[in-house]
């Protein structure tokens, strides 16, 4: 009988600055054997400093705390820790911060009205390479790659000649 090969649980960075969501988060992931929270950080200072130190498999990152946020915190934390995937758990669907952090090297983008089933979900398929947006994020997307605007109209100044024609 072949031996059974143990699969390492993904080692997670939480980076939030609100104390009860952290907490909760943890508590969640915590309790499941294919994560290991490994670190946690309330700013995007302690988030880079913890990501160097721990080298996490993914970093679960808020965009909004005080002294750094998470889209400053983008660029020296892909630096310090390359191979770490990095999914966006915040409370802004906004067109600007969606498409910023994918640009920064974001690979999932999640609301935290997100169920904890769906966020465990999106954590999994980070780590395994993939990509997950919420359906808000992915829509902002979409209209972004389309060059649509949320009405779903190509902007007229967006046209080429030959569209013109």
Not at 141 to 146: G, H, N, Q, R, Y
């Amino acid at each position: 009988m072949p031996a059974k090969t143990t699969r390492r649980p993904i080692r997670l960075l939480l980076v939030d600055d609100h104390p009860i969501v952290l907490e909760g988060i943890k508590l969640h992931l915590a309790a499941q054997s294919e994560f290991d929270v490994a670190g946690e950080a309330s700013n995007g200072q302690d988030a880079i400093r913890q990501a160097g130190l721990l080298q996490p498999d993914v970093i679960l990152m808020d965009i909004s705390m005080p002294q750094m946020n998470g889209i400053a915190a983008m660029s020296p934390i892909r630096q310090i820790a390359p191979r770490a995937k990095i999914l966006v758990l915040t409370m802004h669907d906004n067109r600007e911060y969606i498409t910023q952090m994918v640009r920064l090297g974001a690979r999932g983008y999640v609301l935290k009205d997100t169920s904890p089933a769906e966020l465990t979900q999106a954590i999994k398929l980070v780590h395994s390479g993939e990509v997950y947006f919420s359906p808000a994020a992915s829509r902002v997307l979409l209209e972004e790659v389309t060059n649509r605007g949320p009405t779903g109209k190509i902007p007229v100044g967006r046209l080429s000649n030959r569209e013109w024609e």
